[in-house]
Every structure is written in structure tokens, then in C-alpha cells.
């Protein structure tokens, strides 16, 4: 048998053989943290190597994501699906042992990472989503959802404002299965952290509300065993374990320095890591006793056995909830969730309420609440504003964790990657709300989940100048635009309750990737539809108006726009000239749809095109081309009333029709048919 000493070291020398094979990567946290990871992985942490995806697994979760060959080697030695060949793949194209952690590419790996901060905040979302499943689920003698999330996070991950947000929750909440390591080394890239980092990290959370254990030495196996066991008895507050390492720790002559933060040791310095840890094994062998000493498959296969057992007396006990968290863990819908939808649309169509879309959009969310018991909701803060609640809404806080409801407090960031890390636990369908505006604070957690592929809902209200008196801080104009150039990514805006309520269909079924839900502040003009067109509300863009002819002009607008778009069409009929109106509420479904409905949508031989939507324009020229001309808005807003703000933009039929006028004379027909309009 091996001493733990020499399982540990079966970590750095992988890591600093792959970094150096590579000629890219991170050496220095792996072999700083290698022995924490070793007691955690071999003495605490349960999971099946074998079948990745056991619901009661316990997470772990490498925030401080560079260190991503400490993971690879984890899941290599531990015996999941990652061979030695991919840890010689490390970093090359196509390889499942990725430059970072890439949620997906391996076995194992709970959440992409790198994005420092971001680990650790995803962690606290997949703690919330344990907490609450328990609460759901479990009944008596059967805690079928009883695991811990556990993490690694660096300095760089605590000075990130973002992990402040979230730390802060998760003590306001009192997480306690939640328990983070900080590799305390000293070090970040740009050297020693003391000009930079706070001095009482500790303090700070305990603060929070958290269980703080100081001064671990992170070398020292039993120290680390003893914390984990405090950290697993505190049941009631999240713990963070101050763990003391050495980066770089066996390399005499780079440890503790940021020298071995980011860049191979080199060649010599290895062969010297090697003589002084005592690993005299080439590049990638690993002997047998050291595997042995690794190799969770047995203990995996027992423990997930002993799971399977008491979810089978639970299956006996409590069927109906056994079949309902089955199909929840699965992200299965429920059966008639989609019939049980296109009746309220149909409905909606029907009573064409004239109503802001941010009500439509509770509406629906009160008509979707009965029917999806994983519908998890919140808001950072603006409840009252974003009409985020429901009838059925039931809080989650300290002393409740059977809710579907969490006030995030004023955390949007933080908000947002909570929200990723409980998709990524599952078991939910999660919404999280603010202003259109703020999106801005959260932009990164949007990215992330597009290149995850998870279905995270961002609800944004108050979706323009519109909005009116708060002003330009508050009145969104390029937001839009930028989220639409997120790939994997959909953003919906739609023009009346109808489409509100389509919006939030095609979100929900949106499992593989996130979308955001854009509504208004102001009262919206309901539109007639025939039963067709509500249909394709769904494509993401279609003809709300035609005009029986050959169109003259198509108009093309979204949201608050569309009831504009409509009446310019209206007098331009009076003049004659025949404009077809294309409600647009999702561009980027739109473009997804085949290239013969696009054609019949928008025929690519009728040039001229007029897009109207109160944000910049740039995005618009793709749809209307050099020949056509977009009604939109390139400067910030300003403070006023709405309908003088949009007076003032230009957002008036008057403009709309002059800006179709202008457009058809520049077409310059000079046959006289027409006076000027083709
Ligand atoms: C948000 C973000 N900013 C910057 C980086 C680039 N970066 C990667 S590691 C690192 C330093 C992290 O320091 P620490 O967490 O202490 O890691 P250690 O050097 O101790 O391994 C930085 C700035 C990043 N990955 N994410
Ligand atoms: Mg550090």
C-alpha cells in the first residue's frame, strides 16, 4: 500500500509532466493542492466512477479552474473515463482534457471553469439545489438527496466581487453541506498577493455566517482529514477551509513562487521535483500500488449500491414522489406541459389582454406554476418590479428550504451563476430576474451557460427608453444587440401577452441552452392573430401583417415596436404603398428556421426594408441590408416620460412612414407609377 504522501505525488507528477508536454498550462496549484485533494477524494467524497451521473453524488467543483490538470488527474486516477492517453492530450485539440475543466467534455467534471470566481459561485447554486430537492424529497428514514458540494478555490477566486456575492448568500442561507477550500499559498500571477489581497480572509466570512477553520497546514493529511470532519459536522453554516500550501509544492527551486503559477517547470526542474518528491517513475507511469490506492470503482459501486437500495424502499413507500423525482433528476417535462401551454396561449389570443408584457410574462408564469413543480424563480431585489411571484410562490431562505422562490438581495452576477449551479445540479428549471440594464452585471454567466449548454432562464424587465423617468443609467440600448452575439444563446422580446406567453414556452423547453426573456414596463397593444400565426410566434419571427399584394415595404420590429410598426403600416396603406409587418420577437430563432420559411418571411428579392426597435441599429443592417434603413437608437437615452422619450427618438408613426417614404424614393422609380413608391 502507498502513503498518502505518494498518492498525492501521483498528481503533481502528472501535472507537471502533461504542463510540460503541453508546453501550456498550470502547474503550480495542482502540485499545491494535491494532498488536500487526495484526503478528500480518498477519505470523504462519494461517487460512482463508473457512472458519473449518480444523482446523490457528492460535487466537487475546481473554481480555481487553471488548476485543471489537478481534475484530469483526479478523474484519471480515481477511475473514471479519462485514460493516460487524454492526460497526454492535455490541452490539444479536440481532447477531453480541455486547456480548463469543460462541463461535458469528461466524466466528472460538474461545471466549466477558469473564469475565476465562477466555480465557487455555481457551487453555492448546486448546495441551494441540494437543500431544497432534500426538502422536496426526502421523508422519513429515506434522505434520498443527502450529499455535500465541495470546492477548491484560490485567491483569485476570493478577490473576485463575485465569489463576495455569493459567499455572502450562502451564509445567509446557512448552507450547511457546502465546503469550500481556499489554497492559501500567497501567490497569484503578478507575485506575492500581500499588495493585493485582503489580509483577514477569514474574518470576511466569518462574517457571512460561515464555519471558518484557520490555519490548516494544507501538507499535513490529517489536519486536513480533522477539518473536513468539523467542516461535515457543522450542519447548519456553509464551512471554509483555510487551507496553508506551498504553490508549486516539490519543485526545490519554483515552490512558492509565481513562477509555477502558469508556465511548464522545464525539463530540468522536473527531473530535480522528481528526485525530491521521491517519484522515480517516467513521464505518465503510474505503478500499480499507487492506482490501487486511487481507484474508487469498488468503493463507488458500493456506495452508489447502497443509494440504490434506499431509493428502492423509498420507489415502495412514496411511488408517485419515486416517479416524480425520476423525471425531475432526468429533466423530463411534465407530459402535459406543452398541450396544457398552448391552451393558455390560446386563451390569451382570445382575451388579448392589454397589458405590459412584464405582466403577461407573471401571467404566465402563474399558468406554468400548477404545471412545473421544478419552476424555481427569484429576482435580485425587484420582485415587485420584474412580477417575478406567483400565487403558489413560497420563499426559500435560512429557515425554509422548501420553496421555489429566492430574493438574490442586490446580486446579479452572483445571482446568475447561482442560478447556473443549480441547472447544472438539476432537478430544476430555474428563472432569475432584473432590469434589462443590469444584464450588464452578469454578462459573463450568460456566456457561460450558452457554452455549457444548460437552459437557464434570465428574465429582463424594463426593456427600454420605456421605461421613461429613471433614465439613461436605467434604459437599456445596445444590451440586446450584445446578448443576440452570444453563440448557443436566445433572446425573445415579445410585442404583446400572445408572444409573452410563446416566449416562456419555448424557454421552458429549452433544456440545452439559456435564453433571455425581455419585457416591457409599459402597457403593450395586444395583436390579432389567426390560429396559424400563433403558431409561428414560435419561429421566432413571422408575417403579423400582409398586405394581399406583392409587399411594397416590409416593416420588421420587435417588442414594443410591433404596435408602432402596425399603424405606420395602416396609414401607409392610406397612401397606397402596401407594407407587410414582420413581428420579430427572436432573431436568432428566426435564423434558425429553414431557409425556405425565412424566404417566405422575408423574400430576399424585396429590398425594401425598415426594422424599428428602441436599441442600436447595427444589429438590424443583416436583416434590412445597405438598401434599407432601421428606426432605431445609437446614443444613451435620456430622463422623461416615455412617450416623450419615444417622441423624441423617433419612434412615432410619423417617422416610421417618412423613413418608408425616403427609403421607396431613394428606390428611385421613375416611371411615374407610382409617384417615387415601388
Ligand atoms: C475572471 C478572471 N480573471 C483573470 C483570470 C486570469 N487568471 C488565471 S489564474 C489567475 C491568478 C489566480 O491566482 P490564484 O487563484 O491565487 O491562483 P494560484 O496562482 O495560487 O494558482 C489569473 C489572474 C481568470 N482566469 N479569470
Ligand atoms: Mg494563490
Not at 401583417?545 to 420587435?558: K, N, Q, S
Amino acid at each position: 500500500m502507498s502513503n498518502r504522501r505518494e498518492l498525492a505525488n501521483a498528481i503533481r507528477a502528472l501535472s507537471m509532466d502533461a504542463v510540460q508536454k503541453a508546453k501550456s498550462g498550470h502547474p503550480g496549484a495542482p502540485m499545491g493542492m494535491a494532498d488536500i485533494a487526495e484526503v478528500l477524494w480518498n477519505s470523504h467524497m462519494k461517487f460512482n466512477p463508473k457512472n458519473a451521473k449518480w444523482v446523490d453524488r457528492d460535487r466537487f467543483v475546481l473554481s480555481n479552474g487553471h488548476g485543471s490538470m489537478l481534475m484530469y488527474s483526479l478523474l484519471h486516477l480515481t477511475g473514471f473515463n479519462l485514460t493516460i492517453e487524454d492526460i497526454k492530450n492535455f490541452r490539444q485539440f479536440h481532447s477531453k482534457t480541455a486547456g480548463h475543466p469543460e462541463y461535458g467534455y469528461a466524466d466528472g467534471i460538474e461545471t466549466t471553469t477558469g473564469p475565476l470566481g465562477q466555480g465557487i459561485t455555481n457551487a453555492v447554486g448546486m448546495a441551494i439545489a441540494e437543500r431544497t430537492l432534500a426538502a422536496q424529497f426526502n421523508r422519513p428514514g429515506h434522505p434520498i438527496v443527502n450529499h455535500h458540494t465541495y470546492v477548491f478555490m484560490g485567491d483569485g477566486c476570493l478577490m473576485e466581487g463575485l465569489s463576495h456575492e455569493a459567499c455572502a448568500m450562502a451564509g445567509a442561507l446557512g448552507l450547511g453541506k457546502l465546503v469550500a477550500f481556499w489554497d492559501d499559498n500567497n501567490i497569484s500571477i503578478d507575485g506575492h498577493i500581500d499588495d493585493w489581497m485582503e489580509k483577514d480572509v477569514p474574518g470576511r466570512f466569518e462574517s457571512y455566517g460561515w464555519h471558518v477553520i484557520r490555519d490548516v497546514d494544507g501538507h499535513n493529511a490529517e489536519a486536513v482529514d480533522a477539518a473536513i470532519h468539523e467542516a461535515k459536522s457543522v450542519q447548519d453554516k456553509p464551512t471554509l477551509i483555510c487551507t496553508r500550501t506551498t504553490i508549486g509544492f516539490g519543485s526545490p527551486n519554483l515552490c512558492g513562487t509565481h513562477d509555477c503559477h502558469g508556465a511548464p517547470l522545464g525539463d530540468a526542474e522536473i527531473a530535480l521535483t522528481r528526485e525530491n518528491l521521491g517519484w522515480h517513475h517516467e513521464p505518465f507511469v503510474i505503478p500499480q500500488n499507487v492506482y490501487d490506492g486511487w481507484d474508487h470503482t469498488a468503493k463507488g459501486a458500493a456506495e452508489e449500491a447502497a443509494w440504490n437500495e434506499l431509493f428502492a424502499s423509498y420507489e415502495q413507500n412514496y411511488p408517485d414522489l419515486a416517479k416524480e423525482f425520476k423525471r425531475r433528476m432526468a429533466g423530463e417535462l411534465p407530459a402535459n406541459f406543452e398541450v396544457e401551454m398552448d391552451k393558455f396561449i390560446a386563451k390569451t389570443q382570445s382575451e388579448m389582454p392589454n397589458i405590459a408584457s412584464r405582466k403577461a410574462s407573471q401571467n404566465a408564469i402563474e399558468a406554468m406554476g400548477p404545471l412545473l413543480p421544478e419552476l424555481f424563480g427569484g429576482s435580485a431585489d425587484l420582485t415587485g418590479s420584474n412580477l417575478t411571484n406567483w400565487s403558489g410562490t413560497v420563499k426559500v431562505n435560512k429557515n425554509n428550504a422548501n420553496g421555489n422562490y429566492i430574493s438574490w438581495g442586490v446580486r446579479e452576477f452572483g445571482m446568475a451563476h447561482m442560478m447556473n449551479g443549480m441547472v447544472l445540479h438539476g432537478g430544476f428549471k430555474v428563472y432569475g430576474a432584473t432590469f434589462l440594464m443590469f444584464m450588464e452585471f452578469m454578462r459573463n454567466a450568460l456566456r457561460m451557460s450558452a457554452l455549457m449548454k444548460i437552459g437557464t432562464i434570465y428574465v429582463y424587465t424594463h426593456d427600454s427608453i420605456g421605461l421613461g423617468e429613471d433614465g439613461p443609467t436605467h434604459q437599456p440600448v445596445e444590451q440586446i444587440a450584445t446578448m443576440r452575439a452570444i453563440p448557443n444563446f436566445q433572446t425573445w422580446r415579445a410585442c404583446d401577452a400572445i408572444e409573452s406567453a410563446v416566449s416562456w414556452k419555448i424557454a421552458v423547453l429549452r433544456s440545452n441552452a439559456p435564453t433571455a426573456l425581455i419585457f416591457s414596463r409599459q402597457n403593450l397593444t395586444p395583436m390579432a392573430r389567426t390560429a396559424e400565426q400563433v403558431k409561428n410566434i414560435e419561429k421566432g419571427g413571422y408575417i403579423l401583417r400582409d398586405c394581399g399584394t406583392e409587399p411594397d415595404v416590409i416593416l420588421i420590429a420587435t417588442g414594443s415596436e410591433v404596435q408602432l410598426a402596425m399603424k405606420a403600416a395602416e396609414q401607409l396603406a392610406q397612401d397606397n404603398i402596401q407594407a407587410r409587418v414582420v413581428s420579430m420577437p427572436c432573431a436568432e430563432m428566426f435564423m434558425a428556421q429553414s431557409e425556405e420559411y425565412r424566404e417566405m418571411v422575408l423574400p430576399s428579392y424585396i429590398r425594401e426594408r425598415v426594422a424599428i426597435e428602441a436599441g442600436i441599429t447595427d444589429y438590424w443592417r443583416k436583416f434590412v441590408g445597405l438598401d434599407g434603413a432601421v428606426v432605431g437608437i445609437d446614443t444613451f437615452g435620456e430622463s422623461a416620460p416615455a412617450d416623450v422619450l419615444f417622441k423624441h427618438f423617433g419612434f412615432t408613426v410619423e417617422n416610421v412612414v417618412n423613413t418608408v417614404l425616403d427609403l421607396l424614393d431613394d428606390g428611385g422609380c421613375t416611371d411615374g407609377c407610382c409617384g417615387g413608391h415601388h
